[in-house]
């Protein structure tokens, strides 16, 4: 029977109220006294040199305050990138400066090359148009194999070329990778492209800096997924302002996505020009400028070979990948197609030999960062695309061959570091089967034909590594911060429970799923228990939100809290009852001595804790407070088999998604509708990717070509499914005390191959010879290749 609260209810989401009633906070919201207004005056052009800006007419215009250039941030520090890669010859990767403001040249299509503050957001906008711009227009490299061609322009002068790694891995594998393609009974190749995406979230950036010149404090209200991390890079790196001094603010925020993950130019100017100005600077992003000014997504291109025996199991892997960085490198950027992509090349496969190549490219674009799974779907995509394509070679069911080369004993060392701690990746596909109807699927396909349909099937098995970990092994590998998480649980005198933590929500329901958490180990009500986030002065640090993290690293430091609290508390009861502490127990929100009908409520508990003078507890001090800091061990692994089955028209080439199913293992699960609604989200945003969404430039001059929803397509309820999910299939992960694995990122992992896989199974099915078509499969894209 379901539970109706604790771990594993599906407890509506508390914070939909104020969500659904308009009643949420976000930093738009946000105005305060005397604020000014910024606008950005933004490049239109993809490379140039700037040769002059007057501003002179556009400072005497109406409520102009001030305009800031690039020589005002000379000697400011720039950007910071927050993970180094070191390439396969052992050399660190090229790491150009990224200015808050454009110094000298520009390298994209909206690069910020000035800065106008007025008294309102119009005078802001009508005097940056103002300003007159001399740009000497340089050739621009768009493509990635034209940026490393012997002569292409320089993004950066400073450069030796546009090559900003060449990371090899594991690269004393490639002897032994390359001598078992030799010796292969069979080799499948493939050429393929990740497409570029733009997160596009609902709520576009906002930034809001103020000073209080009194005590010397700067405080920034942003769109910001992890607030202390802004506050690290922002303060130590860019505007040298200690952390104590440095108070950052991110409230309620209408999805990220990895989007807002990084730190902005904005953010760090609206900080800046607070204190110059010594009032408050407000920017807020328009949709066009957020397609142009947002970290991008994905932007691989990719050629893939899968050797096999004579008895079609997998012997070797070998990948080589050109990954675009953009213009600049975002705070990410280095470790997505590298670490968070070469380490989950195995899949759910017992491969023993693997190899992976990748050469990370500057271009005068838009900078590419972490995207809803960052690297483990260009890694799933690149796998299970071959995969299937090696089935379709051998004539064998694509089913089977999975089956025949799934890791079936735990823990399982992978040839590419990782460590799968636990899984049963059979039992998932099973489920799969079951709640796909595999075996209605002739069926369905022959009413399909009678429509004039073609119908395929696509499978696809995934694994990802998230809650990403541990520090001492990230930093071995690049990263330059910590990634554990830290809670404070602050019990109150009546019982009720403030819990502080260094994770931040937006969309994943932590302010119900939290709760449920700490109710379920103290036995009390949910409705006692609220999270308290986002707010840089509140809780003690954290690295925010984003790669699955939250409920495996930050709610594990909750748990460990509360065993804190428990312990302390345990003491308390014991004197309370006059018993040994050893035989307090905790149930149901009551303390009882084992073995007798003495009980003590946790309310009274509580109260005793911070009224002790009727109760005196010799050397235990009082209050009821405790904070923990948790790195994990390892990742967490979830992994899960997709089914997804699509209807092509063969007059138009248009592809009709009409069923999907996904089975998961997300180890155990705190809330499961929370769980399913993330998998919904992901699925939608993969069958975007999959036939919709495509961020695209001009080859030649550099002008963003998808820069609106005009010309930028996203899905849409119509365009998907309803979905069929489960997540029954529980292998808990051994070393976080939940036993939890991630789930918010795996639809959009799982479901684009999917997509891909079924389409090519239905214009095979037809008759076509067709092997691979990229994303995203648009009619034009699916009608050209049905016509050879």
Not at 71 to 77: S, T, Y
Not at 316 to 338: D, H, I, K, Q
Not at 471 to 495: I, P
Not at 692 to 719: F, H, I, K
């Amino acid at each position: 029977m379901p539970k109706d609260s604790g771990i594993g209810a599906s407890s509506k989401r508390r914070e939909d109220v104020r969500f659904l009633t308009g009643a949420g906070n976000y930093t738009d919201d946000i105005n305060l006294h005397g604020q000014a207004y910024v606008h950005f005056l933004r490049s239109d052009v993809a490379h140039g040199r700037i040769v002059s800006l007057d501003t002179s007419a556009a400072a005497a215009m109406p409520g102009v305050v001030r305009i800031f250039t690039g020589a005002d941030f000379e000697g400011v520090g720039g950007l910071p990138c927050g993970w180094q890669v070191t390439d396969k010859h052992g050399q660190p990767m090229a790491e150009p400066g990224h200015p808050v403001l454009a110094q000298g040249k520009v390298r994209h299509v909206g690069d910020p090359i000035a800065a106008v503050v007025a008294e309102s957001p119009e005078q802001a906008r009508d005097a940056a148009e103002a300003i007159e711009a001399e740009i000497e227009e340089l050739p621009a490299v768009i493509d990635m194999k034209a940026a490393l061609a012997e002569g292409a322009a320089k993004v950066h002068d400073d450069l030796p070329s546009n090559l900003c790694y060449d990371w090899g891995f594991v690269e004393e594998n490639k002897g032994a990778v390359d001598a078992a393609f030799a010796e292969a009974a069979h080799v499948t190749t493939l050429e393929l492209v990740n497409n570029r995406l733009v997160a596009n979230p609902m709520e576009p950036r906002v930034a809001i800096g103020d000073y209080a010149r009194a005590t010397g404090e700067s405080t920034l209200y942003t769109t910001s997924q992890n607030p202390h991390v802004i506050r690290l890079l922002m303060g130590a790196f860019v505007l040298g302002i200690p952390e104590h001094k440095l108070r950052v603010v991110a409230p309620d925020v209408g999805g990220g996505f990895g989007s807002k993950i990084f730190h902005y130019a904005e953010e760090a100017f609206c900080t800046f020009a607070a204190k110059a100005l010594a009032r408050p600077v407000k920017w807020t992003s328009s949709r066009s400028e957020a397609f142009m000014s947002d970290a991008h997504g994905r932007d691989h291109v990719s050629k893939i070979e899968l050797a096999l025996d004579e008895n079609n199991n997998f012997i070797a892997l070998r990948t080589e990948t050109l990954a675009n960085m953009g213009a600049y490198l975002s705070t990410f950027a280095p470790s997505v197609p590298t670490w968070l992509h070469g380490t989950l090349m195995a899949g759910n496969y017992k491969t023993p030999l693997i190899y992976v190549n990748v050469k990370a490219v500057f271009t005068n674009t838009v900078p590419v960062d972490a995207y809803r799974g960052a690297g483990r779907p260009e890694a799933t995509y690149q796998l299970e695309r071959v995969i299937d394509k090696a089935a379709r070679e051998l004539g064998v069911d694509p089913i089977a061959l999975r089956r025949q080369n799934f890791v079936t004993e735990f823990p399982y060392q992978t040839p590419v570091a990782v460590v799968y701690d636990t899984g049963d990746y059979n039992a998932t596909m099973d489920k799969l089967e079951e709640i796909a109807d595999i075996a209605g699927f002739a069926a369905r396909r022959a009413a399909s034909e009678a429509r004039g349909k073609l119908r395929g099937l696509g499978v696809n098995c995934y694994i990802e590594a998230c809650g990403i970990a541990p520090s001492n092994l990230v930093g071995q590998l690049g990263a330059r911060a910590g990634l554990y998480d830290a809670a404070t649980v602050r019990v109150n005198a009546t019982g009720s429970i403030s819990v502080m933590v260094g994770a931040h929500s937006h969309g994943q329901g932590h302010e119900t799923a939290f709760p449920q958490v700490v109710a379920e180990m103290l036995g009390i009500d949910e409705s006692m228990i609220e999270i308290v986030h986002g707010d840089s002065s509140k809780i003690p640090f954290g690295m925010g939100t984003y790669g699955s993290r939250s409920l495996a690293v930050c709610g594990s430091a909750m748990v460990r809290a509360t065993e804190k609290i428990i312990n302390k508390a345990k003491k308390i009861a014991a004197h309370l009852m006059e018993a040994s502490e050893a035989d307090i127990e905790l149930k149901g929100g009551q303390f009882t001595v084992a073995g007798t009908d003495k009980s003590v409520a946790w309310g009274d508990v509580t109260l005793a804790a911070y009224v002790p003078h009727n109760y005196p507890l010799e050397d235990i001090e009082p209050g009821l407070e405790e904070t923990a800091f948790y790195d994990p061990s390892n990742f967490t692994y979830p992994a899960g088999a997709y089914a997804c089955e699509v209807e092509v028209d063969p007059e138009t080439g248009k592809v009709t998604v009409e069923r999907f199913s996904a089975a998961d293992d997300f180890g155990n699960i705190v809330n499961p509708m929370i769980v399913s609604g993330q998998v919904h989200g992901g699925l939608g945003q993969g069958i975007g990717q999959a036939l919709l969404e495509n961020c695209a430039y001009d080859p030649e001059t550099g002008q963003l070509l998808s820069a609106s929803y005009m010309d930028y397509a996203m899905p849409r309820a119509d365009d998907v499914p309803f979905y069929a999910v489960d997540h029954s299939c529980a292998t808990p992960c051994t070393h976080n005390p939940l036993g939890v694995k991630g789930c918010g990122e795996a639809g959009a992992i799982g479901s684009p191959p999917s997509v891909v896989n079924a389409v090519i199974d239905a214009l095979q099915s037809g008759g076509k010879a067709v092997t691979h078509i990229d994303m995203p499969m648009s009619p034009s894209r699916v009608w050209s290749a049905m016509q050879g």
